[in-house]
């Protein structure tokens, strides 16, 4: 059987709601014999045919499983940044709340104990990883699980003291709304 027929194979049988979105290292072992180069040229293909869709650098989507359509990048952060602690806020909290007016277009904001970054994943939009040095202990009570995104979400009052404290602008803040929250 052919590589690319053995990961179509495995795609079909395998993914599903939970486990649509994999990294180039989920595939090394399943195809253990191939070189890193080998491997990508062999993803390279699959896109090209429709049976993977790159997300990013290191990770695609098969779109065939039967997943929940639109939380392709909370649950890509998740995989992102496995190793650290993320949680939504900033704009994406305050946008959801309506203290922000504008909806931040396509873009995800989480607040992380890991690196910093920004990460362009093309058709599904932008996630933003802002580093914070908060004892992630003391913000328990203001953090809920949302199983839609697989995420802590961030209260609005929150994600306004993380907008205050990473400096980012506060002008599209509508102060009236916010204390409904504070």
Not at 100 to 112: A, C, E, G, R, V
Request: aromatic share 10%; with cysteine.
């Amino acid at each position: 059987m052919q590589n690319a027929d053995i990961l179509q194979n495995t795609l079909e049988k395998h993914a599903n709601a939970e486990n649509y979105i994999f990294s180039v290292d989920s595939f090394n072992a399943l195809f253990p014999t191939l070189n890193h180069f080998a491997l990508l040229v062999l993803l390279g293909r699959a896109v090209k045919k429709g049976l993977l869709v790159r997300m990013c650098k290191g990770y695609y989507l098969y779109p065939k499983a039967k997943y929940q359509r639109g939380y392709e990048l909370y649950h890509l952060a998740i995989l992102l940044r496995k190793n650290a602690f993320c949680y939504l806020s900033l704009e994406s909290i305050l946008s959801e709340a309506g203290v922000i007016s504008q909806i931040p277009m396509s873009t995800i904001t989480l607040m992380t104990n890991g690196r910093r970054g920004r990460i362009n994943c093309g058709q599904f939009g932008t996630i933003e990883f802002i580093h914070t040095k908060k004892d992630i202990n003391t913000l328990t009570a203001e953090l809920t699980y949302d199983e839609r995104y697989r995420l802590w979400k961030a209260s609005p009052k929150l994600a306004y003291q993380d907008m205050v404290a990473t400096k980012r602008p506060l002008d599209l803040v509508d102060k009236e709304i916010l204390h409904e929250f504070i």
